[in-house]
């Protein structure tokens, strides 16, 4: 055992009576949720970037955190991982995701940084053996150090491709060894500051052919779990080509990806894309890319990402109940892709944060499942759209524009606006939350 979490007891559920800080008022692992376990629905996921490798800077500071385990050395790297699996065990999650970058220090060359990353993967599977949590997914960064300033897969110079192929080779290859349910791209750097210096069709053509031979080494070497992109609009680039789950699915399309890839959604990128995070989830339902999430919120009044934990059950009920009526995860997870702010200095801070964090989306499931499992709103959305159940309605998708055109005139159609009954459906969800 290290030091850094000493006299914080194990976060077991007490229900809402509960008076200590420690301890979780709605999150109970083993309730049953529309017949699947609470655990089972939200497989919870702690980052490791934001917990244990961010120093607690922003755009305008740099490091507030000082942490036992910063450093450069495998000792330090080690370490790390100690504290880490100690705060799983705290809060009993089931997974953890993690870039390479977080887990092994940068070496001199590739070699080196590659056994770095061997020998720290050696030392994390140890840890999965003698601990409950287990990988939930594994990422490349691909977006830090400087050779990434102009892009990894869409970088105009192509020895910089090379390196990004055998870093995510790399991290492909240990996220199968620890048993990895998924796999993660986020390309941060993936896209342009200005069209002036900017060939689009090259670099969205050299991202294409990066994702397509990413699926092609996943069979190659049997990793069954899914691939999964992360959409995201802007900040760091101020164009990227992962936009959003709508234009990721158009790129996927292009490449003949959309049956082997799917998205990993944040709430955070959702709001810099101008949408709502449960409008995201809908979309990638609707379209069968959904996969897994990113769980944070924005500061509405602040132009960036940043990453908060959630805190709003209300608002995450809309979310985890477009979860719900997508038949819930099968290979992701509620991955916390959230920091503490940089000036919660102690480790209480960052127990406590994923205690809240964790609360509020069972509270959020809870009201969720209760209103899919009254039926109400499905009722009401059925009902809204019956009209196309009809021979009629169905006969006219299938024939042409004369043949729709026709049945104005034949049946003398002078339809009526009805109510969306907005209203009223906002009133009803209230009542579940």
Known sequence: ???????????????????????????????????????????????????????????????????????????????????????FDILGVPFYCFHDADVRPEGATFAESKRNLDAMVDYLGQKQESHKAKLLWGTANLFSNRRWMSGAATNPDPDVYAYAAATVKANMDATMKLGGQNYVLWG??????????????????????????????????????????????????????????????????????????????????????????????????SLGIFGSIDMNRNDYQ????????PNNHAEKAVAFYEILRAGGYTTGGTNFDAKIRRQSLDPEDLILAHVGGMDTCARALKCAAAMLESDEMEANRRTRYAGWETPAAQAMLEGGLEAAAARVTAERLEPQPKSGRQERLENLWNKYI
Request: aromatic content about 14%; hydrophobic content about 40%; overall charge negative.
């Open 188 to 285: 941060g750097r993936e896209g342009y500051e200005t069209l002036l210096n900017t060939d689009l069709a090259a670099e969205r053509a050299h991202a294409g052919r990066f994702l397509q031979q990413v699926v092609e080494y996943k069979h190659k070497i049997g990793f069954k779990g899914a691939i999964l992109i992360e959409p995201k609009p802007q900040e760091p680039s101020k164009h990227q080509y992962d936009y959003d789950v709508a234009t990721v699915y158009g790129f996927l399309k292009d490449f003949g990806l959309e049956g082997e890839v799917q998205t990993n959604i944040e709430q955070g990128h959702a709001i810099l894309a101008g949408h709502s995070f449960e409008h995201e989830i809908a979309m990638a339902a």
């Open 302 to 309: 602040s132009g960036w990402d940043t990453d908060q934990f």
């Open 1 to 87: 055992m290290t030091e850094f979490f000493k006299d914080i007891p194990a976060v077991k559920y007490e229900g809402e009576a509960a008076t200590s800080e420690f301890a979780f008022r709605h999150y109970n692992p083993d309730e049953v949720v529309l017949g699947k376990r609470m655990e089972d629905h939200l497989r919870f996921a702690v980052a490791y970037w934001h917990s244990f490798a961010w120093p607690g800077g922003d755009p305008f500071g740099g490091q507030t955190f000082e942490r036992p385990w910063f450093g450069d050395s495998m000792d330090l790297a080690r370490l790390k991982a100690d504290v880490a699996f100690e705060m």
